[in-house]
C-alpha cells in the first residue's frame, strides 16, 4: 500500500471567537452554547489539520477559542473526544454541500450511480478531506475509535445513500437486487480504494473522475449480478 503523505496544508477560516461568559450572568443560552461550540470545533479543526493530531494541547484551543480549560473539558473530556467532534462536524458541512447538487437527480439508476462516483471523487480532491483522511490514517492504530468514527460517519454514510438507491431502483425497475450495499460498496471501496493507492493530489482529478466513472460502466453493465 502506498505510504500515506504527509498533509497538506490546510487554512481555515477561524470564525470570530465567541466572547468569554462573564460572571454573574447565569446560565447561557442555547444559541450561545452552540455558538461557543462551533467556534471550538472550527478552531481545533484548524489546528489539527495545520499542525498535526499530537502537537495540539487542549489548552491551546481552550486560549484560540477564548473559553476557559474548565468549559473546553465540560465538552470534550480528551483530546480524542474534541478530534471526534471535529471528525463529525466536517462530514456534515461536506454531506451538507454534496447534497446542494441533489436536484440533479433523476430515477434512473445509472445517472444517480454516476452523480455519487463524481460527487466522491470530487470530494477526494478537496484538500481539507485530503487532510483530514491523511490525518485519521497516521493515528488509526492508536485511536482506532477515531478511525471509526471515520468510517461510521464517512464511509458507512455514503454506502448506505447509495445503497438506499440501489434499494429504490429494484423496486421501481422491477429487477431483483441480492445485495444493494454490497453493490453500493464496490462503488464507494473502488474510488476511495484507487485515490488511496495512487495518492492522488489536486492535479489528478481528471484521472480519478475517468476511473469513477470507468467502474459505473462496469457495475452497470453487471446489474444481473446485482
Given at each position: 500500500?502506498?505510504?500515506?503523505?504527509?498533509?497538506?496544508?490546510?487554512v481555515?477560516?477561524?470564525?470570530?471567537?465567541?466572547?468569554?461568559?462573564?460572571?454573574?450572568?447565569?446560565?447561557p443560552?442555547?444559541?450561545?452554547?452552540?455558538?461557543?461550540?462551533?467556534?471550538?470545533?472550527?478552531?481545533?479543526?484548524?489546528?489539527?489539520l495545520?499542525?498535526?493530531?499530537?502537537?495540539?494541547?487542549?489548552?491551546q484551543?481552550?486560549?484560540?477559542?477564548q473559553?476557559s480549560?474548565?468549559?473546553?473539558?465540560?465538552r470534550y473530556?480528551?483530546?480524542?473526544?474534541?478530534?471526534?467532534?471535529?471528525?463529525?462536524?466536517?462530514?456534515r458541512?461536506?454531506s451538507?454541500?454534496?447534497?446542494r447538487?441533489?436536484d440533479?437527480l433523476t430515477?434512473?439508476?445509472?445517472?444517480r450511480l454516476?452523480?455519487?462516483?463524481?460527487?466522491?471523487a470530487?470530494?477526494?480532491?478537496?484538500?481539507?478531506?485530503?487532510a483530514?483522511?491523511r490525518?485519521v490514517?497516521?493515528i488509526?492504530?492508536?485511536?482506532?475509535?477515531?478511525?471509526?468514527?471515520?468510517?461510521?460517519v464517512?464511509?458507512?454514510?455514503?454506502?448506505?445513500?447509495?445503497?438506499?438507491d440501489?434499494?429504490?431502483?429494484?423496486?421501481?425497475?422491477?429487477?431483483?437486487?441480492?445485495?444493494?450495499r454490497?453493490?453500493?460498496?464496490?462503488?464507494?471501496?473502488?474510488?476511495?480504494?484507487?485515490?488511496?493507492?495512487?495518492?492522488f493530489?489536486?492535479?489528478?482529478l481528471?484521472?480519478?473522475?475517468?476511473?469513477?466513472?470507468r467502474?459505473?460502466?462496469v457495475?452497470?453493465a453487471?446489474?444481473?449480478?446485482?
Amino acid at each position: 500500500m502506498t505510504k500515506p503523505a504527509s498533509a497538506p496544508k490546510v487554512v481555515t477560516k477561524i470564525p470570530r471567537p465567541a466572547e468569554p461568559a462573564k460572571p454573574g450572568r447565569g446560565r447561557p443560552s442555547a444559541a450561545r452554547v452552540q455558538a461557543i461550540d462551533r467556534t471550538i470545533v472550527a478552531i481545533a479543526r484548524r489546528m489539527f489539520l495545520d499542525e498535526g493530531f499530537d502537537a495540539v494541547a487542549m489548552e491551546q484551543v481552550a486560549a484560540l477559542a477564548q473559553v476557559s480549560k474548565g468549559t473546553l473539558y465540560a465538552r470534550y473530556a480528551s483530546k480524542e473526544a474534541l478530534f471526534t467532534a471535529v471528525i463529525e462536524a466536517s462530514v456534515r458541512e461536506w454531506s451538507d454541500e454534496a447534497a446542494r447538487h441533489d436536484d440533479e437527480l433523476t430515477d434512473d439508476i445509472e445517472q444517480r450511480l454516476r452523480h455519487h462516483a463524481r460527487t466522491i471523487a470530487n470530494s477526494l480532491q478537496q484538500p481539507d478531506v485530503l487532510a483530514l483522511q491523511r490525518l485519521v490514517l497516521s493515528i488509526r492504530v492508536r485511536f482506532p475509535d477515531i478511525a471509526r468514527t471515520m468510517h461510521d460517519v464517512g464511509y458507512d454514510y455514503i454506502v448506505d445513500l447509495i445503497g438506499r438507491d440501489i434499494a429504490a431502483a429494484s423496486q421501481r425497475d422491477a429487477r431483483p437486487v441480492r445485495d444493494a450495499r454490497g453493490v453500493a460498496r464496490l462503488i464507494v471501496a473502488g474510488v476511495t480504494g484507487f485515490q488511496l493507492q495512487e495518492d492522488f493530489g489536486t492535479s489528478q482529478l481528471t484521472e480519478l473522475h475517468q476511473f469513477a466513472q470507468r467502474l459505473v460502466d462496469v457495475v452497470v453493465a453487471g446489474r444481473e449480478a446485482w
